[in-house]
């Protein structure tokens, strides 16, 4: 079984930055395509940002390229999302997701992962 917890939310001003962490146990996730996710009350969840299983292929919503940047490490078992030019709509609880898949499509679909961790609380104040 695959644990995934993440590290990193909290508060932050507009225009600041984040760092999102996401440590998997129980299992290595090398040959997993990793994405991250968010959720506001109210909406479905939302993908952000998504990598394939050796980091060549990256694909991001549209409302954060450029800000935010999605990064692996396999030898950690870790994956990460750097968030830059923070603005207020980006607060939401961020998940991150493993696929059971591993190729160099990117799916966007959050039923398309089969592993979740239990999310950290991103504020962004204006």
């Known amino acids: 079984q695959v644990q995934l917890v993440e590290s990193g939310g909290g508060l932050a001003q507009t225009g600041g930055s984040l760092r999102l962490s996401c440590a998997a146990s129980?299992?290595?996730?090398?040959?997993?395509?990793l994405a991250w996710f968010r959720q506001v009350p109210g909406k479905e969840r939302e993908f952000v940002a998504g990598?394939?299983?050796?980091?060549?292929?990256?694909l991001y919503v549209h409302s954060v390229k450029g800000r935010f940047t999605i990064s692996r490490d396999n030898a950690e078992n870790t994956v990460h999302l750097q968030m830059n030019s923070l603005k207020p709509e980006d607060t939401a609880v961020y998940y991150c997701?493993?696929?059971?898949?591993?190729?160099?499509?990117?799916?966007?679909?959050?039923?398309?992962?089969?592993?979740w961790g239990q999310g950290t609380q991103v504020t962004v104040s204006s």
């Open positions: 129980g299992r290595t996730l090398s040959f997993n395509n």
């Open positions: 997701a493993a696929a059971a898949y591993s190729g160099d499509y990117i799916y966007t679909e959050h039923n398309e992962y089969q592993y």
């Open positions: 990598i394939n299983w050796e980091g060549g292929r990256i």
